[in-house]
């Protein structure tokens, strides 16, 4: 296999300007092995330079690595060179800007890269004091009034990723067009070498009132549990059990293993605790020490998972199961008048039902946070499945795994002085509800360019019937298949983070007779429809 000259010819102009050692050597190495013509450097160079990384959900995202469409320094620098064009442009010139990072390889670097673009473009750069989860970012942008923030991270991808998330400067994550606006910025950023760079960003020294906030959201006064708590090899443990303590949570043990940052997450095939596995460690821990109440942290601490014990072992609740749960406690301890709780529309129907019950508002929004904090006035919770809880909205525009931790502490030890547990709450919403069953199937690519089509021809090609109910089509977005039928969902997209196609199944079944049987009825039937789906998905 040739290397077209074309390729090449970008391949040199990026070395060129590439500012930094370390990744001019890199891809000049991989550009002489595919000159010489080893067809595997062709297509590893093809990949490295096809086109530049862009904002998905959650901002850049991708591999730490030499080139255009990877996550290194000459790509940080041109990028916020964008981010500040776009500030300019909103009027924001002279304003604060908000520069944090978690432990991942290349994040300090990176961080630092973002500050000094910002520092020559005219703000005034606020870093944080090192390694701290992304929410402590987004709160600090509303705190010191920040008009943007950035936070290196590519939160519970695999280890070889980093990412950059942008937040406006109402503290939640850019919307459009404020990505195109950036993109458009970014494509027309002088090379990497030639972006003006200055020093002059400060630290926050204090960023206690993020602990401070967090410690005052219980409203029970039980405090009698015993929680175990893993941050994954993230950044999240110290500040989680300041927090956890704070609120007078005070026996609290962290899963020695993965207790420390690790940019290598070596106890974990993927840091994610959705996956299979993830928590492994986890429960064995709570079981061992007998606890009330695992949690799980994602590395960048936005997500939280909560594990209970189930009978004689333990399992961990599915993100749905947590967001109704936690979503329940807060209505039924707010003080807010006409209040608003939001989830999206790949999460579990049953938020809408609880919310009816408590007499409040229920917004369904498409996936991501950056629309779920503006789904509307009042709002005081919201969550997606994929283990994203908002539980503070105005304070942190965000999700945030830490104060969503602690409020399940809360809802778990006024339970617990009860007699009572979480499944106890999950089982009395089913009988009210509907016995409300979810799951996903995947279909994992090696590009990202491939997610699309297929989503496509399930779009032009529907199933006419799912789990014997006769389903319509019901797209919410261009890029989203929603089929829907009675006591049927299914909901097909493209992953906003990962070359992935994930597919959202729920079933729900009304309790006619008893609980056991219209849960064996809901599992029976989510099972059936699995089948079916992974047929359609070709998995």
Request: net charge negative; charged share 20%.
């Given at each position: 296999?040739?290397l077209?000259?074309?390729?090449?010819?970008?391949?040199?102009?990026?070395i060129?300007?590439?500012?930094?050692?370390?990744?001019?050597?890199?891809?000049q190495?991989?550009?002489?092995?595919?000159?010489?013509?080893d067809?595997?450097?062709?297509?590893?160079?093809?990949?490295?330079?096809?086109?530049?990384?862009?904002?998905?959900?959650?901002?850049?995202r991708?591999?730490?690595?030499?080139?255009?469409?990877?996550?290194?320094?000459?790509?940080?620098?041109?990028?916020?060179?964008?981010?500040?064009?776009?500030?300019?442009?909103?009027?924001?010139?002279?304003?604060?800007?908000?520069?944090g990072?978690?432990?991942?390889?290349?994040?300090?670097?990176?961080?630092?890269?973002?500050?000094?673009?910002?520092?020559?473009?005219?703000?005034?750069?606020?870093?944080?004091?090192?390694?701290?989860?992304?929410?402590?970012?987004?709160?600090?942008?509303?705190?010191?009034?920040a008009?943007?923030?950035?936070q290196?991270?590519?939160?519970?991808?695999?280890p070889?990723?980093?990412?950059y998330?942008?937040?406006?400067?109402?503290?939640?994550?850019?919307?459009?067009?404020?990505?195109?606006l950036?993109?458009?910025?970014?494509?027309?950023?002088?090379?990497?070498?030639?972006?003006?760079?200055?020093?002059?960003?400060?630290p926050?020294d204090?960023?206690?009132?993020?602990?401070?906030?967090i410690?005052?959201?219980?409203?029970?006064?039980?405090?009698?549990l015993?929680?175990?708590?893993?941050?994954?090899?993230g950044?999240?443990?110290?500040?989680?059990?300041?927090?956890?303590?704070?609120?007078?949570f005070?026996?609290?043990?962290l899963?020695e293993a993965?207790?420390?940052?690790?940019?290598?997450?070596?106890?974990?095939?993927f840091?994610?605790?959705?996956?299979?596995?993830?928590?492994?460690?986890?429960?064995?821990?709570?079981?061992?020490?007998?606890?009330d109440?695992?949690?799980?942290?994602?590395?960048?601490?936005?997500?939280?998972?909560?594990?209970?014990?189930?009978?004689?072992?333990?399992?961990?609740?599915?993100?749905?199961?947590?967001?109704?749960l936690?979503?329940?406690?807060?209505?039924?301890?707010?003080?807010y008048?006409?209040?608003?709780?939001?989830?999206?529309?790949?999460?579990?129907?049953?938020?809408?039902?609880?919310?009816a019950?408590?007499?409040?508002?229920?917004?369904?929004?498409?996936?991501?946070f950056?629309?779920?904090?503006?789904?509307?006035?009042?709002l005081?919770?919201a969550?997606?499945?994929?283990?994203?809880l908002?539980?503070?909205?105005?304070?942190v525009?965000?999700k945030?795994?830490?104060?969503?931790?602690?409020?399940?502490?809360?809802?778990?030890?006024?339970?617990?002085?009860?007699?009572?547990?979480?499944l106890?709450?999950l089982?009395d919403?089913?009988?009210?509800?509907?016995?409300h069953?979810?799951?996903?199937?995947?279909?994992?690519?090696?590009?990202?360019?491939?997610?699309?089509?297929?989503?496509?021809?399930?779009?032009?090609t529907?199933?006419?019937v799912?789990?014997?109910?006769?389903?319509t089509?019901?797209?919410?977005?261009?890029?989203?298949?929603?089929l829907?039928?009675?006591?049927?969902?299914?909901?097909?997209?493209?992953?906003?983070?990962?070359?992935?196609?994930?597919?959202?199944?729920?079933?729900?079944?009304?309790?006619?007779?008893?609980?056991?049987?219209?849960?064996?009825?809901?599992?029976?039937?989510?099972?059936?429809?699995?089948?079916?789906?992974?047929?359609?998905?070709?998995?």
């Amino acid at each position: 296999m040739s290397l077209p000259s074309e390729l090449r010819d970008r391949a040199f102009r990026w070395i060129a300007d590439d500012p930094d050692t370390a990744t001019r050597t890199e891809l000049q190495q991989i550009t002489a092995r595919a000159m010489g013509g080893d067809p595997a450097a062709v297509d590893e160079l093809a990949d490295r330079m096809n086109g530049t990384l862009t904002f998905g959900t959650a901002g850049l995202r991708g591999p730490v690595r030499a080139g255009s469409n990877g996550m290194n320094r000459a790509v940080v620098l041109r990028a916020t060179y964008g981010v500040a064009v776009w500030l300019k442009h909103k009027g924001h010139l002279g304003g604060t800007v908000i520069v944090g990072r978690d432990a991942r390889h290349g994040s300090a670097e990176f961080a630092e890269a973002a500050a000094l673009v910002l520092t020559a473009a005219g703000f005034v750069v606020r870093t944080m004091p090192g390694p701290l989860p992304t929410p402590m970012t987004a709160f600090h942008v509303r705190a010191l009034g920040a008009v943007a923030g950035i936070q290196v991270t590519a939160s519970h991808n695999p280890p070889a990723d980093n990412g950059y998330k942008v937040y406006a400067a109402d503290g939640a994550q850019i919307v459009p067009p404020d990505d195109t606006l950036i993109e458009t910025a970014i494509q027309s950023a002088p090379p990497a070498m030639s972006v003006p760079t200055a020093p002059g960003a400060s630290p926050i020294d204090d960023v206690s009132a993020y602990v401070k906030r967090i410690a005052a959201l219980p409203r029970g006064t039980a405090r009698e549990l015993r929680v175990v708590l893993t941050p994954m090899h993230g950044v999240g443990g110290e500040t989680a059990v300041e927090a956890l303590r704070a609120a007078g949570f005070t026996d609290v043990r962290l899963v020695e293993a993965q207790a420390e940052p690790d940019p290598d997450f070596p106890t974990v095939t993927f840091p994610n605790p959705e996956e299979p596995g993830a928590a492994d460690l986890l429960l064995a821990y709570a079981s061992e020490v007998d606890a009330d109440l695992a949690i799980a942290l994602d590395p960048d601490a936005d997500r939280c998972a909560l594990g209970v014990r189930d009978g004689a072992g333990w399992r961990m609740l599915r993100g749905d199961e947590t967001g109704v749960l936690l979503g329940s406690h807060l209505l039924s301890t707010v003080d807010y008048p006409d209040p608003l709780v939001a989830s999206t529309i790949v999460s579990s129907s049953m938020l809408s039902l609880v919310a009816a019950a408590h007499g409040a508002r229920h917004v369904e929004t498409l996936t991501g946070f950056k629309w779920l904090m503006r789904a509307g006035e009042g709002l005081v919770f919201a969550y997606e499945e994929a283990l994203g809880l908002s539980v503070d909205p105005d304070f942190v525009r965000d999700k945030d795994g830490i104060s969503a931790a602690v409020v399940a502490c809360d809802m778990a030890a006024t339970l617990k002085a009860a007699g009572r547990t979480l499944l106890d709450v999950l089982d009395d919403l089913s009988v009210r509800h509907g016995v409300h069953l979810t799951d996903q199937v995947s279909l994992r690519f090696d590009d990202v360019s491939a997610t699309a089509p297929l989503v496509a021809s399930l779009r032009a090609t529907p199933p006419a019937v799912l789990a014997g109910a006769a389903v319509t089509q019901d797209n919410p977005a261009p890029d989203i298949v929603r089929l829907r039928g009675e006591g049927v969902r299914v909901v097909v997209r493209p992953s906003g983070t990962e070359p992935k196609v994930k597919a959202y199944l729920e079933v729900m079944v009304p309790v006619t007779e008893t609980l056991a049987s219209a849960r064996t009825a809901a599992e029976n039937r989510l099972a059936e429809l699995r089948e079916e789906v992974k047929a359609l998905l070709k998995v």
